[in-house]
């Protein structure tokens, strides 16, 4: 399974913010949508990453404040990301090893998407799921002894 497949599951739908934006902006966006990251974009490229694991590593910071910080200041600058090419096994090693919980999909220059640690599992478990079917199916008709004898 690739990471296109995700993605094709998944939708295009994507949330972004500016890095001049003011922290508690992007923070109200997150709290309205429901989500967890936000795509920092500039001059319509990805400039970074915002989730909460960033906002609450700046908040501490500012002493329990958002205060005046910008998405700039709190966002990872250099995530890791991945194509839609790159195998769901390769992606599910790196999210855990990177304990990352959000990745940008990139084609070169172009975004294409964000996974997310859920997404993954989701497909990992429908992946499994199908082929237990499967193989229970195909036990199911599995041809019993008697009748998988050859006439002599």
Known sequence: MKVSDILRV???TLFT????EPLSS??????????????VMSHGQ???????????????????????T?????????PMSCSSDTDLDEVRRIMLERHARYMPIMDGPILMG?????????AVVESQDFENKMLKAYIRDWPDQDSAKVPS
């Open 10 to 12: 998944k939708g295009s």
């Open 114 to 122: 964000v996974i997310s640690f859920y997404d993954v599992a989701k």
């Open 70 to 78: 910008t998405v700039l200041q709190a966002m990872d600058a250099q």
């Open 26 to 39: 992007a923070l109200n966006v997150m709290a309205e949508k429901d989500i967890g990251s936000l795509v």
């Open 46 to 68: 990805l400039a970074g990453m915002l989730t909460f694991r960033e906002v609450i590593q700046q908040v501490v910071q500012n002493g329990g404040q958002v205060g005046q």
């Open 17 to 20: 913010v500016n890095p001049d």
